[in-house]
């Protein structure tokens, strides 16, 4: 009997010690699989606000909010309802790190990312990319795009779409005079700035791009149907100084589908503009500016008002065509072929320069006879700079003062520079201006 009892003993504790074995083993190799994880691993794609990889001062001002110490986390997360986890590496074999980090968060929240079953950010296929891009150990912030404010003014929306470009999420880091964001982009690269650009004395907006037809279509894909008129409309209003005729759309960006830059200046209340471009058609480049000048000409009161009074009681208005109040000049200068439309007496109207398939187009002679003495080699690579005297913004929208205050509140009263090129399959953005730090969720509240 006490045979069969320590028999039956020695089986239970053979079964018992087996069992430990066996689970300790299942703990061993848990914990190989789990040491061998990245941070994106343990977050949940739907339930992520968030992340910052190595964050300092500068990443954790777009968080107000966040009040813990964060010296020495490799990484914070924080999740839709505003809680928030911090990854530090586990360096002391600690017997509550979760692979290879300490993670400090809610006991909620750490037993839901222990047990998520979703799928994890790292197979979310935009913030893979973004994050293949990503030096080792730099700081750098991956925001999804639904974490993006929703904002009620226009100028808000229109950076958005601008900055994401239709992307699901993004990528954040900061330079010293603003910040850098970039998303994937599938577009082909449009990276050959202007060779050449004219230059304009007294600017205070000049834009340069690739392809401006290519750019201005992708904006316009990213806006709402109510903010492209808004655009629409802004960009005709602006062109009012050129003529009532000419359309954005139809006569000025097919012009620029190559190469090109606009800039504008002031003189006293009057804005005066200078595009450079050109097109791989010099034929269909000349038919386009003789629809420019023959919609110009339209747009000219060429009528002659004769008021007369008769028999010092009676009045009566004489009105006449009189196609001599137009001025129409066509010459060369330095192998640029020059032509002149406005009405006689002023120095406003259309003037277009052409030489081969290239071409300048301005409101005033005296800027495209500087411009062509002035051809300046830009020796850069972008797809669009831009580059804003933010004081002078009330000038391009004198009657838009609630977009001119956007603008302030948002980078300050210097200059605004911002710079767009492509990485591979990633577009990359910078932002400068006189406002530092820059906070990007406040540009797009």
């Known amino acids: 009997m006490n045979h069969l009892l320590r028999t039956a003993i020695l089986i239970v504790a053979a079964m018992t010690a087996s069992a430990l074995i066996l689970a300790g083993l299942f703990g061993i190799v848990r914990n190989v699989n789990l040491y061998g994880k990245e941070v994106a691993q343990f977050l949940p794609t739907s339930e992520t606000r968030a992340v910052v990889f190595y964050p300092n001062q500068r990443a954790m001002q777009e968080f107000p909010f966040f009040e813990e110490d964060y010296e020495g986390a490799e990484a914070i997360a924080i999740f839709q309802d505003f809680d928030t986890a911090l990854f530090r590496k586990d360096t002391e074999g600690s017997v509550d790190a979760l692979g290879p980090y300490l993670i400090e968060t809610s006991p909620e929240k750490l037993s839901s990312i222990k047990e998520h079953q979703e799928l994890s950010l ?155 471009g050109s097109m791989d058609d010099d034929v269909a480049l000349q038919k386009t500016l003789d629809r420019l000048h023959t919609a110009y000409e339209n747009s000219l009161p060429t009528s002659v008002i004769t008021k007369r009074v008769l028999d010092k009681r009676f009045s009566s208005i004489d009105i006449r065509h009189n196609e001599n109040v137009l001025d129409q000049n066509q010459f060369t200068k330095n192998e640029w072929v020059i032509r002149d439309t406005k009405l006689k007496g002023k120095t406003k109207g259309l003037v277009t320069a052409t030489q081969g398939n290239a071409f300048l187009l301005s409101t005033t002679l005296k800027a495209i006879s500087h411009g062509i003495d002035h051809l300046q080699n830009t020796n850069e690579q972008y797809a669009a700079k831009l580059t804003l005297d933010l004081p002078q913004v009330s000038r391009l929208l004198p009657d838009l003062t609630s977009i001119q205050k956007e603008v302030t509140n948002k980078f300050g009263t210097g200059t605004l520079q911002i710079i767009t090129n492509h990485n591979g399959n990633l577009r990359n953005i910078s932002i400068g201006s006189s406002r530092n730090p820059l906070q990007l969720l406040d540009l797009l509240q």
Do not use: C
């Open 122 to 276: 790292d197979a979310q296929q935009t913030f893979e990319r973004l994050q293949a891009k990503q030096q080792p150990g730099t700081q750098w912030t991956y925001l999804p795009f639904s974490s993006l404010p929703h904002s009620d003014n226009i100028v808000s929306r229109i950076l958005k779409a601008a900055l994401t470009g239709g992307s699901d999420g993004i990528a954040l880091s900061y330079r010293e005079d603003g910040l850098m964001i970039e998303h994937p982009s599938a577009s082909i690269s449009f990276d050959k700035a202007p060779k050449f650009i004219p230059d304009m004395p007294d600017v205070f907006l000049a834009l340069a791009l690739s392809n401006a037809n290519t750019s201005y279509v992708e904006l316009q894909d990213h806006l709402s149907k109510e903010d492209q008129v808004v655009i629409e409309g802004l960009l005709s209003s602006s062109l009012s100084s050129i003529g009532e005729g000419i359309s954005f759309r139809y006569d000025i960006l097919p012009l620029l589908t190559q190469p090109s830059s606009i800039q504008i200046s002031s003189t006293g209340a009057s804005l005066n503009f200078l595009i450079s």
